[in-house]
């Protein structure tokens, strides 16, 4: 059975950096869709970014581009997400998740899910 399970959230202020992680157990992540999504209070959840196991191509949101980068390392079983220039609106549960057949940066597409880690961009 896949096994997610993130770290690396925290206390930021704006403007700062932080990475998560998030590393898988049970079965090897190298043929999976690698995601990491957020919900924000009273806010639907959200793709943030997305690599895919086919070729390592990534989607990132129109809200994170330029300042968040995903990246995966097989060896490991791990994904990472990058984060640069924090906002106050990046605030946030990140959780990271995968997909055996994705089509898109949606959870729709994708069965295991990581317990989330809070993240938060404040003074």
């Known amino acids: 059975q896949l096994h997610l399970a993130e770290s690396g959230g925290g206390l930021v202020q704006p403007g700062g950096s932080l990475e998560l992680s998030c590393v898988a157990s049970?079965?090897?992540?190298?043929?999976?869709?690698l995601g990491w999504f957020r919900q924000a209070p009273g806010k639907e959840r959200e793709g943030v970014s997305c690599?895919?196991?086919?070729?390592?191509?990534?989607y990132d949101a129109d809200s994170v581009k330029g300042r968040f980068i995903i990246s995966r390392d097989n060896d490991k079983n791990t994904v990472y997400l990058r984060m640069n220039n924090l906002k106050p609106d990046d605030t946030a549960v990140y959780y990271c998740?995968?997909?055996?057949?994705?089509?898109?940066?949606?959870?729709?597409?994708?069965?295991?899910w990581g317990q989330g880690t809070q993240v938060t961009g404040s003074s």
């Open positions: 998740a995968a997909s055996p057949g994705g089509r898109s940066c949606s959870g729709s597409y994708y069965q295991d």
């Open positions: 049970g079965t090897n992540v190298d043929r999976y869709d």
């Open positions: 690599i895919s196991s086919a070729d390592g191509s990534t």
